[in-house]
């Protein structure tokens, strides 16, 4: 979907809301929204007006300006951060649900009791079928039946409904118009084809002409050789019998002048004379043309002809909605925690300082060699024997796996959006997911290849995986959620080998894939197809990272082993500073994760201690 349709779709959303806010007819002044009226008539120059002015939507308590980027399903209203905390300590509104803005649940519009004019429609009779008011479900024709909130109701269709919308917007008409731009792509490329064809046939019946020249000019040729061979002949002959004629003259004089002598003597005495035979001579058997045997259809064999092969034509690939969701869309939920984030990383800034939130000791491990946070909060410990621990925030053991009895310095697991975790197993070359249901399952086979480090992408949901494989070198590995190969990345465009022993794996909100490699002492970085744009060797001489992590500014937070500090970069590559050296009180840090609320999770390799710090304000 285009950048214009999204703007539209929120919009759109938005001035709903305005109007449901700005249109309500409550009486508690805790549920007053700060919305100025609008005009339904002027609503689109007057919100587009209004969000120009203001660059975030201001918290719903009194006179407070502050960003309202959560809400309050209860009182239907935006709260800030500290609006809400104090929201939520009040004994008259402690119990409501808050939640962030944009998981916000929409508020019912107002519909009178026909019944009972003093009175809104909130309820919804099951067995009926039908909404009504809290004084109707006390009638008799009610009685024993089983109500819902009708608020819950419209806030499940509104979802419905505006999920369908956001298909048609996402979905359909994009594809639609893939299919459209192929069908454009297909009509110029029949006609770059035809085109090349007709240049063909036409070189084609040039040099069948050319061909048939050349033969028929031979064969004239051939005429003429033979037609002279024929005239020599013939001429000969016309000379045999031209001297036979010159001998018979000559014999016919000598006969004339004996015949007309007197004297008998000598006609008796002359000798008889003999004359001699006709010369015999052959006669020429001319030459005779045979016509040549061919008809149209030789032509056509000679020339060629255009078909149309005789295969079936193939459909045009539609892309699966479920496909287009995880792999080339983001899916409903995450556009949405897209824009939160978006929304909240235009209120933060890098912090002057680092400042230490809390720590606690995770048990059951003997240090924090890897962190993986997933989306309830809660935080997944490996160390360098193997073990994987689950824990609350408090630091209290949830699960615990016991992997192998190797030594594991790692990223060998992750936490995916859908709430799963995702391990990999060296010794069996497989990838396991466990569900929050605590069952574990094998869904992806490594063959010869063992995987070091293992991401569930955010963006798409696909797993990214660094392997090693003994003198074929190492990769990372694209999978999709459901464990299909969708791509490979060993070397760079000067076909160098990219990885040496990809230990910590991280995607990067623009798509990069970065890797963390102690042996090539580098953060290798790739985009998302794999291409090569930037490895990042540290400050000094020696550089050893290990645990890695990026946060919602698109920073790369990198361990260091040698220094023991923490670097953070920027989105390119770029150096920005030290924000956590032995001086902040880290002696070995190995592991990093960074939370929803932008918490970086530090956990070291001395210590099963887990530290909190914020870097961003």
């Known amino acids: 979907m285009t950048k214009t349709t999204e703007q539209a779709h929120d919009n759109i959303s938005h001035k709903l809301d305005l109007f449901r806010l700005t249109n309500r007819h409550d009486n508690d002044e805790c549920c007053t929204a700060p919305y100025t009226h609008i005009n339904i008539d002027n609503m689109s120059e007057a919100s587009d007006e209004q969000a120009a002015m203001q660059h975030y939507l201001v918290c719903g308590i009194g006179d407070c300006q502050k960003n309202g980027q959560f809400y309050c399903n209860a009182c239907h209203r935006p709260l800030c951060k500290q609006c809400r905390d104090e929201h939520k300590k009040s004994p008259n509104t402690k119990n409501h649900e808050i939640v962030l803005y944009r998981h916000r649940k929409h508020q019912l519009p107002v ?20 909404p009504l008011c809290s004084k109707c479900s006390t009638m008799r024709e009610h009685k024993g039946h089983e109500f819902d909130d009708l608020e819950d109701i419209y806030a499940d269709k509104y979802a419905l409904w ?3 919308f956001s298909k048609i917007q996402k979905y359909f008409l994009p594809t639609t118009q893939d299919l459209k731009t192929d069908i454009k792509e297909d009509a110029k490329q029949i006609k770059k084809i035809m085109e090349s064809i007709r240049t063909s046939m036409k070189a084609e019946a040039e040099s069948l002409k050319t061909l048939v020249d050349e033969v028929t000019s031979e064969n004239i040729e051939h005429t ?3 037609e002279k061979t024929f005239r020599k002949m013939l001429k000969s002959q016309k000379t045999t019998y031209d001297d036979y004629i010159e001998y018979l003259w000559k014999m016919s004089d000598e006969f004339q002048e004996y015949l007309s002598t007197t004297n008998q003597k000598l006609l008796f005495k002359s000798k008889t004379f003999k004359i001699q035979t006709i010369p015999e001579t052959t006669k020429p058997v001319p030459p005779v043309f045979t016509a040549g045997q061919f008809n149209k259809n030789d032509i056509t064999k000679l020339l060629g002809r255009v078909n149309v092969p005789n295969t079936k034509q193939e459909k045009r690939k539609i892309q699966p909605m479920e496909a287009e969701s995880t792999r080339m869309k983001y899916t409903e939920k995450q556009s949405e925690q897209s824009k939160e984030k978006s929304d909240v990383k235009q209120t933060l800034s890098l912090s002057s300082s680092v400042t230490k939130v809390r720590e606690y000791s995770v048990p059951g491990v003997c240090n924090a060699c890897h962190a993986s946070v997933d989306k309830s909060g809660r935080l997944w410990i490996s160390d360098s024997m193997g073990k994987l621990v689950q824990t609350d925030l408090r630091g209290n053991q949830l699960q615990k796996i016991q992997k192998s009895y190797q030594i594991i310095i ?10 799963d975790l995702i391990y990999t197993d060296i010794q069996k ?18 063959g010869d290849w ?3 480090s293992v991401h569930s992408s955010h963006i798409n949901g696909d797993i990214l995986v660094g392997m090693v494989k003994d003198r074929a070198g190492a990769k990372v590995t694209r999978y999709s959620k459901t464990g299909k190969e969708i791509q490979n990345t060993q070397r760079d465009n000067q076909r160098q080998e ?7 794996i991280i995607e990067n909100i623009n798509g990069d894939i970065c890797t963390s490699d102690l042996n090539k002492q580098a953060v290798v970085v790739v985009n998302k197809l794999g291409r090569h744009r930037f490895s990042y060797r540290g400050q000094g001489s020696e550089f050893r990272p290990l645990g890695i992590c990026t946060d919602v500014f698109g ?15 920027d989105q390119d590559g770029g150096f920005l500073s030290v924000i956590l050296s032995p001086q902040q009180g880290i002696t070995s840090p190995r592991s990093l994760c960074v939370d929803d609320e932008n918490n970086l999770y530090v956990g070291q390799s001395d210590t099963n201690t887990v530290t909190v710090y914020k870097y961003l304000q």
């Open 429 to 446: 070359k497989a990838i396991y997911r466990i569900t929050s249901d605590q069952k574990i399952t094998e869904f992806i086979k490594t």
């Open 162 to 164: 505006q999920g369908e």
């Open 224 to 226: 003429h050789t033979m």
């Open 450 to 452: 063992r995987s070091l």
């Open 111 to 130: 519909e009178i009791c026909q019944d009972h004019p003093t009175r809104n429609k909130d309820m919804f009779c099951r067995e009926c079928s039908m």
């Open 410 to 419: 790692a990223g060998f697991h992750t936490a995916t959006q859908d709430g």
């Open 555 to 569: 920073h790369i937070l990198v361990c260091e082993i040698v220094s023991n500090t923490v670097h953070l970069l």
């Open 498 to 504: 990219l990885y040496s022993h990809p230990f910590y």
